[in-house]
């Protein structure tokens, strides 16, 4: 079973410029995250779809950060314009469902350098 | 609001060593717990998951933790370190009934020495 699968995996961008990044999840997976890991932090989680609508984007900062799952498979997370403070990896995980005990899945994530 | 505290940044232990990690959360209930592996340029593993039943509970890679209600912790333990478990630990807790949204500490580096 292929895993969640992200590109590209380094972004160096300088601030003000924008940047997309790309996600596919496990097929069949419903529920698609995306997450900031910032160094020396823990995930952040950014925002969450089940299938193509959004559940939750309250951590995201809506006036830079977009992001999209037209088709309720993979998924694309903007930002623009970049600011230093965006630099970090940023994750997007996967699961069956968003309830009970669906684990989630991790793809290896973008690194992302403003300079 | 939920939270995670992971006290100890960086470890270091001997191959063959035991290990012990530290986890305390804090929230109004028992949440789901997990513990994950990130190997540098890697993304997140799940090591093992907490939800309810009994406290001790196992997971992948030879790592066990133990759920402890009266002291909101949720220890990772693993009775003989190898070098490859170098890497980064992170706890994380999700609200009760559901695995979604998933609060994380900072994390614990573990280096391995031979």
């Known amino acids: 079973e292929a895993g969640v699968a992200q590109s590209p995996r380094y972004k160096i961008i300088e601030k003000r410029q924008s940047v997309a990044f790309w996600c596919n999840p496990i097929?069949?997976?419903?529920?698609l995250y995306w997450y900031q890991q910032i160094l020396g932090q823990g995930p952040k989680l950014l925002i969450q779809f089940q299938n193509n609508g959004v559940v939750d984007d309250s951590q995201l900062p809506k006036d830079r950060f977009s992001a999209e799952r037209l088709k309720g498979v993979d998924s694309t997370l903007k930002i623009q314009p970049a600011k230093l403070e965006d630099s970090a990896v940023y994750l997007c995980a996967s699961s069956l469902g968003s309830g009970g005990s669906h684990e989630q899945y991790f793809g290896p994530g973008t690194r992302l350098t403003v300079t | 609001a939920q939270s995670v505290t992971q006290p100890d940044i960086h470890i270091t232990v001997s191959e063959g060593a035991s290990l012990e990690l530290r986890c305390n959360y804090s929230y109004g209930a028992t949440p789901y717990l997990f513990w994950y592996v990130q190997s540098p340029g890697q993304g997140l593993q799940l090591l093992l998951k907490y939800f309810s039943g009994d406290t001790l509970v196992q997971g992948i890679k030879g790592f066990e933790a133990e759920f402890k209600r009266s002291q909101s912790s949720f220890n990772l333990r693993k009775p003989s370190v190898h070098w490859s478990d170098a890497a980064e630990y992170f706890c994380?807790?999700?609200?009760?009934?559901?695995?979604?949204?998933?609060?994380f500490g900072t994390g614990t580096r573990l280096q391995v020495t031979l």
């Open positions: 994380a807790v999700g609200a009760p009934g559901t695995a979604s949204k998933l609060t």
């Open positions: 097929s069949g997976h419903a529920t």
